[in-house]
Structure formats: C-alpha cells, structure tokens
C-alpha cells in the first residue's frame, strides 16, 4: 500500500515501518496514525518476522500527536481519536512478531506510548522519552497509564504522567524504560543485529511466548499461570522444537522454519 507519512520498508523477513513527517518530528496526525495501523496489519500478513518502528530524521522518534488537530477536539472527538491510539497502540503490543522502538531524538506523549507498546526500546544517548500530555491540559489516552507502571514501577510512572517529566536516554535506561542506548554511530547496526537475531528465533515459539507475556496484565496470576503452561505444552511437537532440542544434543546450531 502506498501512504503519504508512513514508510513500510522489507530487508528478508525483516520489517521497518518509519514515520516520516520530519517536519512535524513525526508528530501523529489521524491520517498517519491510520497508515500505522494498517501497516503493522500489513507486515504481519506479509509474514514479516520482526518490525522494527522508526522515526524519520535524526531529531525525533515520534514527537507526539498533532496538538494543532486535537485543540477543538469535542469529547466525542477525543474519544474516537483515543480509539485509534489504542487500536495502533495494541496492533504493536499484540502483533504476533516482536516489535522493536528504534528511539532516536524526541519520543514524547502518543510517541512514548507507542513506544511502550513495543517489545524491545533501543535509544541513541540524545533520547528524550516522556508523557508529557499533563502540560496540555490532557492525560495520556493511548495506553501509557496501564503500560508504563508494569516497566518503570508506579513511583516513576506517576512522576512522569503527573509532572511530564521527561527522561534522557541513560535515565530511562536505569528505569528500565529502555534496553539499551547505543551510540550514534553504532546504532543501524545494533537494530539491524537485534531483528536479525530476533528473525533467526522459532517464529511460533516466539509468538507464543509473547502472547503468555500478555496474558500477565488481564487476569489472575493463576489464569496466566494455566495459560503458560497449556502453551509450553503445545509447543512439543511442532517442528521447531524438534529441530532445537535435537541441535542441542548434537552440539549445533538449531535451523528453524
């Protein structure tokens, strides 16, 4: 599909879909949101093994969304544009691929929850990562106030929804906001080294590990408990995990479908 502000972009089975508002830094106008969405749906019925999710430009992630559009916003409004953060939001949080922020520059309000809704966060040491939606008069609407307590515990997610504060890369590193910061120079590749290394994983053993993942934060600890261990046992017998555990033995190295 052809979109204006968004970029879906193959490398093998490697997916990386870039805003590209550079202009704007990438902030999300509805358009653009709309084109995310239907490009992760996109990625994963190509039969992508990772997506990666970039901003254009070397000064912003995602921004955040497009204040000029939400001014007049009516509550009804609001509450369709909140629809469509969250719908964009789960797609990365539920995608059965592992998804992967590439934060470089500004990932601030609907950017940062975007970017808490992916697996993994890489960050350049120039990251700036924040909610800052109070300082709008406005709260979080795209996830972050359920995602952002299970990463960086409640302190820390109540300083940074209730004052906006904003975090550098070495700080959201401490607080587990990101994985990694990686240096400028250094950074493509250590995108490129962690897809590929993702990609080369059994692709359903991932996806159900992922979604066991997720099963944490809906119910009881008993029912996640149950769904892992229905799912650990449904693995046996696919080929992957007879090709992993058959490597093992004969001190090799596993080739997955």
């Given at each position: 599909m052809d979109w204006e502000t968004v970029t879906l972009a193959y490398d093998d089975d490697i997916a990386t879909l870039t805003v590209d508002r550079p202009d704007q830094l990438n902030a999300l106008d509805v358009p653009t949101l709309e084109a995310l969405g239907e490009a992760i749906d996109t990625a994963v019925e190509d039969d992508a093994r990772v997506l990666v999710v970039r901003g254009a430009g070397d000064r912003a992630f995602i921004a955040?969304?497009?204040?000029?559009?939400?001014?007049?916003?009516?509550?009804?409004?609001?509450?369709?544009?909140?629809?469509?953060?969250?719908?964009?939001?789960?797609?990365?949080?539920?995608?059965?691929?592992?998804?992967?922020?590439?934060?470089?520059?500004?990932?601030?309000?609907?950017?940062?929850?975007?970017?808490?809704?992916?697996?993994?966060?890489?960050?350049?040491?120039?990251?700036?990562?924040?909610?800052?939606?109070?300082?709008?008069?406005?709260?979080?609407?795209?996830?972050?106030?359920?995602?952002?307590?299970?990463?960086?515990?409640?302190?820390?997610?109540?300083?940074?929804?209730?004052?906006?504060?904003?975090?550098?890369?070495?700080?959201?590193?401490e607080h587990g906001l990101v994985g990694e910061v990686v240096p400028d120079e250094e950074f493509e590749d250590r995108l490129d080294t962690l897809a590929s290394d993702l990609a080369a994983k059994p692709h359903f053993a991932l996806q159900t590990a992922k979604a066991a993942i997720n099963q944490a934060g809906t119910g009881s600890r008993e029912a996640g408990l149950e769904y892992e261990r229905r799912a650990f046992a449904g693995l046996f017998g696919t080929a992957d995990q007879r090709e992993g555990m058959t490597a093992f033995l004969e001190d090799r190295e596993p080739d997955f479908e």
């Open positions: 955040g969304g497009d204040i000029a559009h939400m001014q007049d916003l009516s509550t009804p409004e609001a509450e369709e544009l909140s629809a469509l953060g969250h719908a964009v939001s789960d797609r990365l949080a539920t995608a059965p691929i592992p998804t992967i922020a590439g934060i470089d520059g500004y990932a601030l309000g609907g950017g940062c929850e975007l970017a808490v809704a992916c697996d993994f966060r890489v960050a350049t040491p120039d990251a700036l990562i924040g909610t800052t939606e109070i300082d709008l008069g406005i709260m979080p609407g795209w996830g972050a106030t359920q995602r952002l307590p299970t990463i960086v515990g409640d302190a820390m997610a109540r300083r940074m929804i209730f004052l906006g504060e904003q975090l550098d890369a070495e700080t959201a590193l």
